[in-house]
């Protein structure tokens, strides 16, 4: 399976906007790339996904390079809500079994 | 509110012990999938289930088990409980095989 490489944390200031970065090199043409973030004491949560183009919803928005090998999940405007970890995950279009590979994350603080 | 529902949501047990994990997917999901979440191993995929049959296995132990009833609720079975098994057990839903997957609130294990 294709792996992520998140960075272990990252920091931000509250109303900022915050840029999550997720490596995938190895990604394959049918991988599809997925985020979920897990607020504390919470379940995972649902974040954006998308697989060549760029993608925005009410959460987040999802910037996909060009060769798909990288992409990065953007918070307009962090509030201290959005402390969580964010999970980058790959999934393949045809995953039979349709599990979640969670990876380590990045662990967002926020700050006021 | 994932919609997702969980029971117990703590549960204290001796080593040696069975317990049973409830779930009660959102309405109309049809596949409902377990993980667990411990300190050291991170988020794990234990096994899926999609309108009452088994659909993948992930790392799950022999000592474990799971169903999905007609009613599309799902039970894991936790048997010859170790230390080890402590950990938060969650369970997701979705709607199809491919969809997004929402997660219930976790049921907190601890093996004593």
């Known amino acids: 399976d294709a792996k992520t490489t998140q960075p272990n944390s990252m920091e931000s200031n509250e109303e900022e906007p915050v840029h999550l970065p997720c490596n995938h090199s190895?990604?394959?043409?049918?991988?599809?790339i997925h985020w979920y973030r897990q607020l504390p004491s919470q379940g995972p949560e649902y974040v954006i996904h998308?697989?060549?183009s760029n993608v925005n919803n009410r959460m987040a928005s999802l910037a996909i390079a060009e060769d798909r090998k990288s992409s990065t999940l953007i918070l307009h405007r962090a509030t201290l809500r959005d402390a969580a970890v964010y999970y980058c995950?790959?999934?393949?279009?045809?995953?039979?079994?349709?599990?979640?590979?969670f990876g380590g994350g990045t662990r967002l603080m926020v700050k006021p | 509110d994932s919609g997702v529902t969980q029971t117990p949501k703590h549960l204290i047990t001796a080593t040696g012990q069975r317990v049973t994990l409830r779930c009660s997917p959102r309405?109309?999901?049809?596949?409902v999938y377990w993980y667990q979440q411990s300190l050291d191993q991170g988020l794990q995929f234990l096994i899926q289930?999609?309108?009452?049959?088994?659909?993948a296995k992930g790392n799950i132990l022999e000592r474990f088990s799971a169903q999905q009833f007609p009613d599309l609720h799902s039970e894991l079975n936790l048997s010859s409980l170790e230390l080890g098994d402590s950990a938060l057990y969650f369970c997701?839903?979705?709607?199809?095989?491919?969809?997004?997957?929402?997660f219930g609130p976790g049921t907190r294990l601890t093996v004593l």
């Open positions: 997701a839903s979705s709607t199809q095989l491919a969809d997004t997957q929402y």
């Open positions: 190895t990604i394959s043409g049918t991988d599809y």
């Open positions: 998308g697989l060549t």
């Open positions: 995950i790959l999934r393949p279009y045809n995953n039979a079994g349709n599990m979640l590979t």
């Open positions: 309405s109309g999901d049809l596949s």
């Open positions: 289930y999609y309108n009452g049959e088994e659909r």
